[in-house]
């Protein structure tokens, strides 16, 4: 089933879930890494890939929003108790946030640095920058928010995966394995 049923999650929500949390991570990975290189033609390579995969999560996640509106919400087991209920809506609309903010702040370092070097995504097509006036001080507050930002994102994401993780192994209540596209669903309210 490709939408998604009050039972449990359909194959488009599955995809984009596990696509652009490995996307995410390899991200976050290569934004730390890219700024330690000292070889300047790598460096600037890395950016451009990395300037890539964040247009990328930035389309996809839209697209993801838009699927998720359209489509019902898998319902929790009967017995989470309202406390879960709302930590668990907030992360995941914290998450909704942060992967369309994250990419739109990125793009914004890439939109104010002086030294306007064009975005070329995929070495494909060169994307517009965003209308923001060029400073130095603009890129660097700017690097400062997504940095700041790109922290507070991994530690959303492992308190996402802790909370997987307890559903699994603690409360052996089948929302991970529904998110896998297996298992029978949920004892839902
Ligand atoms: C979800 C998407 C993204 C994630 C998770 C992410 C993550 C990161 C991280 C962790 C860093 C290192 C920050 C630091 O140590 O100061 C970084 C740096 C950077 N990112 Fe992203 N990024 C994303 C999207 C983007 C996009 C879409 C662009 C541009 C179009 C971009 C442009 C940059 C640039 C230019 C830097 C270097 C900043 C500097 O020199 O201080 N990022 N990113
Ligand atoms: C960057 C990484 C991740 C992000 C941004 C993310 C984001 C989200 C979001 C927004 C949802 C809400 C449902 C939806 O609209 O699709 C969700 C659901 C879920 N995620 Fe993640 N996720 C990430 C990684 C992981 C990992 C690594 C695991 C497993 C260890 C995981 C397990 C789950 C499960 C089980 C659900 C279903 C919860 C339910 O049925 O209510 N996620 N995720």
């Known amino acids: 089933m490709l939408r998604n049923t009050r039972l449990g ?7 984009l879930h596990w696509t652009i949390a490995v996307l995410i991570v390899g991200q976050w990975t290569l934004g730390k890494m890219m700024k330690s290189i000292a070889d300047q033609r790598l460096s600037f390579d890395l950016i451009q890939w990395h300037k890539s995969f964040g247009l990328l999560i930035l389309a ?4 993801r929003l838009v699927w998720r509106l359209a489509n019902p919400r898998p319902a929790l087991p009967a017995e989470t108790s309202g406390l879960e209920r709302q930590a668990a809506g907030w992360t995941h609309r914290a998450l909704y946030a942060l992967m369309i903010v994250m990419p739109l702040t990125g793009w914004a370092i890439a939109s104010t640095t002086v030294l306007e070097i064009p975005t070329l995504a995929f070495y494909l097509f060169i994307v517009p920058d965003l209308p923001l006036t060029r400073s130095d001080a603009a890129e660097a507050l700017w690097a400062s928010v997504h940095d700041v930002l790109g922290w507070v994102l991994l530690g959303l994401v492992l308190l996402h995966v802790l909370a997987a993780l307890r559903h699994h192994f603690l409360l052996h209540d089948g929302v991970l394995v529904r998110m896998l596209g297996a298992g029978p669903p949920v004892n839902r309210e």
């Not at 999650?9 to 995809?15: E, L, N, P, R, T």
């Open 9 to 15: 999650y359909g194959w488009v929500a599955i995809a």
């Open 60 to 63: 996809l996640a839209f697209f």
